[in-house]
């Protein structure tokens, strides 16, 4: 853990990865809202991104202009805006005893930077260290599906400058984040997407069940309501992102 959270009522630090399309966005709310449900304070977060200068760096990213963009100014690029995040939401939501759920962290730059880009482990691992200022996830649950089909539920609205790379590339990021899993079993946990979210959920929240007792203690149903809303905000959200264009 990081020496920067010193309260003992220190809060837990979720992380969602995997590759392009897997469904991660869907699946942080709805354990937002079991866990919610289950009276804990969620803080949900996305990695590049989630605070002004973080969305920024974000927007330069994914934006596919920017093909001749060096894989080590990408690195860099998400460290930037890594460390705002941690420094600006995420340390502080941590000590005041809240659940911070991060779309992506340090594993994606290893699978996409370190493997895919080919930076190498070493590297990347270091500029980690630097980017999260230490900090570590409490557990991370990376989703799997088919990687074609991933990709093109992905980009079905135009791919960005990440989406559109070679299936060569989506397909190394998917095996790094496998040997990621084989390599810290106790924090990683690969989740297989279902074919309905609900059975998604119920398999994501029974590899973190032992960090929410009170969550599972209580009777959760997922809703087509609940779907719904979590559906229109995302619309809502792309519609405000391809307003800003």
Request: hydrophobic share 40%; aromatic share 6%.
């Amino acid at each position: 853990m990081s020496d920067s959270i010193s309260n003992t009522k220190r809060g837990l630090f979720i992380t969602f990865e995997g590759g392009e399309g897997v469904g991660k966005s869907t699946q942080i709310r709805l354990l937002a809202a079991r866990l919610e449900a289950g009276g804990y304070q969620t803080v949900l977060v996305r990695d590049p991104g989630g605070t002004v200068i973080g969305e920024k760096i974000r927007a330069i990213l994914l934006d596919t202009a920017n093909t001749d963009l060096d894989a080590t100014s990408e690195l860099l690029l998400y460290e930037a805006a890594r460390v705002q995040l941690v420094t600006e939401h995420i340390i502080p939501a941590l000590e005041r005893g809240a659940v911070v759920l991060c779309d992506r962290f340090t594993d994606s730059t290893m699978a996409y930077q370190g493997f895919a880009r080919n930076l190498g482990t070493d590297t990347v691992r270091q500029a980690n260290i630097i980017g999260s200022k230490g900090l570590i996830p409490d557990r991370t649950i990376v989703l799997t599906r088919d990687v074609e089909s991933a990709l093109k539920r992905a980009s079905k609205d135009g791919p960005d400058r990440l989406e559109a790379e070679s299936i060569g590339f989506h397909k190394k990021v998917h095996e790094a984040f496998a040997a990621i899993a084989a390599n810290e079993p106790d924090r990683v946990r690969l989740v297989a997407n279902r074919m309905y979210k609900a059975e998604t959920a119920e398999a994501v929240f029974n590899e973190l069940s032992d960090l929410f007792p009170q969550a599972a203690e209580i009777a959760f149903t997922i809703t087509p309501e609940l779907i719904g809303s979590i559906k229109r905000e995302k619309q809502g959200r792309l519609r405000d992102t391809l307003g800003e264009m």
